[in-house]
């Protein structure tokens, strides 16, 4: 297949064009001029000259009113949207496309402005109409240079393209200096060569990629009238109107058009006539129309329409249809390029399945305001004639009056009317209806908070919920069961309008061509690179459950935190809870408390944090006895075995010695007895009485060995009792048992 043609494209992008128009500019602008009447409380147009014609307000109070809760709903978190990983290694990143994001919708563009004219388009008009795109913003960097050279000066402006001198003050002459030497440069004749230093103050163009969001009339989005889904991703023809001066399209770089070229691209579709964009605005003196007509003072300001079209086509002609972003006038294509989404999101209050375009809260409350109109016009209608009553005048034969007719037509309170006759003008008898009327007027309020779920709660106090017999838990009953309806349709919006929003502004991030983001995010300032990111995370939109349900969540998730501080003291702490899920709970808490700024509280411990060890277990008194017991046990019987041992080697050693003298003195006794007879008898008599005192020596040796042996023993039961009576005062032991057990320790020590 061949590459299309320009004009062929252009053809059907008209054609496409004029389908989607007339179903927009034909039916659904009517169905949305009707509700900017009522919602402005507009004349219907059967009025009657002279009695009431008072509009009643259900349409405008239910828009109102549901606004607060869905606002909140979404802004009540800092997060909005939160992305998930799909896999561990994406854990750090989704979390800083999370507050990347965040900061883009709500920071760099008017996240709440966005959200609030959105939602309220949605509530009046049927649907909702967000675009968001990336765009150049040029400014003028203010840079001063003190003290340059005319040659530096020349330099800065030729290294910065476009920069020129705002400001600047001329020095007076000074010397140049030798800036290796610090001496003054001299001429040929020794004298100091003086060079001209300006102070400059000079304007630096610079350029920047920013995310732009913004919310634009409905009336001004183009689909495809049979779409089936409010979802616009694989919608074959989705196109914005948007009306430009010549020099937003020289700022966004389309060069070669001309102001004759942008006055001929009128508002595509049938149009509307000054007094219908009056009355869908809500005004009734707007003076000045825009038209598109060249201006020929200044051209730039030349006004026309510039169409922005997503269209599925087969362009180039392999025979895939591929998704093409074209910027066209009526008549001219501007540019032309494959694209890989649809960057607009709609949604309506009220979906109606297999059509894009739904409900809105003004239809349905419409029938009501009008019959509610009706009757309060019947109301005041009949308290004006029951004050005021229509006279009845007798006339003569002739038929003229009987009563002077310019009195009768003055119905000032206490005036007096001029009769020829006595009974001539009587009153029309009117019964005041008003009381009737009053209960049918109370049905039709709560039809209509049965319809669309705003009821007194919402729009302040219920005298009822003040009754006596009527409990705290009722009323936040009957209060959650009233807003069921708008947390429908908050809902409904996040998967429809906020969550493709967020998509896109995460693809536009990732796009490859954009500067860091540096902010402010928990108390500290941060900077995050969105090219370290990817646009495959998956996606969860917080919206919360209002103001009146603030109060529960404070109390689950104070349970919730109990729960994990037992756990973490427990066994299963280290398993089932971490710091980062604590620090999570307590941040909740803080946020519904009101407070944006969780860090300036606590102080997030990571993903990787740990639980600290916890603290050993108590002894058990009994067990710790026990244990001195049977220790104080085995330390007397090693001493027992111990001393015996001793004991008994003791006396092995004392009987060797003994036994090795005796039988020295024995060699020594054979030996001397072959010397002198003589001398046996005394040696003898020595011998006996050195055995005596050796005999004498040992018994006394004994004796303070047993000495030893009984000091030690008592030595040892006096240690064991002051350990035992230590830890009974330790551990306030007073049982009968302990003290039985202390005893017997005690006894078998003193053995």
Known sequence: MAKMEDDTLLSMLQELEENSAQFV?????????????????????????????????????????????????????????????????????????????????????????????????????????????????????????????????????QENKGAKIVAAEQMQPQPLVDPMTGAPVLDELGQPIMQTLINALVSVPTERRVIKIDAFEPDNLLIQRDWTSPMLADCPYVA??????????????????????????????????IEQRQSRRG?????????????????????????IEWVLVDFDGDGIAERREIYRLADKILSNEECDEVPVSTGSP??????????????????????????????????????NPRKMVLVDKQGAPQADVD??????????????????????????????MFPLMEYIDQMGEKRIGVSKQQQGLDPNALRPDRTAAEVMMTANAAKARIKLIARILAETVVKPIFRGVLRLLTEGDMQPLAFKLRGEFVELDPNEWHDGYDM???????????????????KVFETQMGLAQSPLGEMMVTPHQIYTTQAKMIAL??????????????????????????????????QIKAQTQQQIEGMKLQMQAQIETQKLEQQAALERQRMQMQAEVDINRQRAEAEQQALKIRNEAELAAMRAQYEDSAHQREQSRRWDEAQLTAATKIQVATVMSKDKVADPATAAATNEIATEVTQ
């Not at 349905?364 to 109301?379: A, N, Y």
């Not at 009195?407 to 006595?422: C, T, V």
């Not at 969860?540 to 104070?558: H, M, P, W, Y």
Request: some cysteine; overall charge negative.
């Open 25 to 157: 500019w034909g039916t659904l602008a009517a169905e949305r001029r009707a509700a900017a009447k009522e919602y402005y409380r507009q004349p219907y147009g059967n009025e009657e000259e002279g009695w009431s014609s008072i509009v009643t307000s259900e349409v405008q109070d239910t828009v109102e009113w549901i606004l607060p809760d869905l606002i909140d709903m979404f802004l009540s978190s800092d997060d909005a949207v939160i992305f998930e990983p799909t896999q561990a290694a994406d854990s750090k990143g989704a979390e800083q496309a999370t507050d990347g994001a965040n900061y883009v919708f709500y920071k760099q563009n008017n996240g709440f402005l966005t959200l609030y004219t959105a939602f309220k388009d949605a509530l009046m008009f049927k649907n909702c109409a967000v675009h968001w795109r990336k765009e150049t913003v040029r400014t003028n960097r203010k840079e001063r240079v003190n003290g340059a050279t005319p040659e530096l000066l020349a330099y800065k402006l």
């Open 240 to 273: 914005r109107n948007m009306e430009v001066t010549l020099s937003d399209l020289k700022q966004m770089g389309f060069d070669d058009v001309d102001a004759e070229d942008l006055a001929g691209s009128t508002q595509p579709g049938v149009g509307e006539s």
């Open 283 to 307: 005004l009734t003196n707007e003076i000045n129309d825009p038209t598109n007509e060249v201006f020929v003072d200044d051209e730039s300001l030349t006004r026309g329409y510039l169409r």
């Open 350 to 387: 009220l979906l109606v399945q297999h059509r894009w375009d739904g409900m809105s809260v003004a239809e349905i409350m419409s029938d009501l305001q009008m019959l509610k109109t009706e009757l309060t016009r019947g109301v005041v209608n009949n308290a004006y004639a029951s004050n």
């Open 407 to 436: 009195d009768l037509l003055d119905g000032r309170p206490g005036g007096h009317i001029r009769i020829k006759s006595a009974g001539a003008v009587t009153m029309e008898p009117t019964t005041f209806v008003g009381n009737q």
């Open 540 to 558: 969860t939109v917080n919206v919360g459950l209002g103001t009146g349900d603030k109060d529960k969540q404070l109390a689950v998730l104070g």
């Open 593 to 626: 408390g009101g407070f944006k700024n969780v860090g300036d509280f606590l102080g997030d411990p990571g993903p990787d944090a740990k639980l600290p060890g916890r603290p050993p277990a108590p002894p058990d008194p009994a067990l710790q006895i026990a």
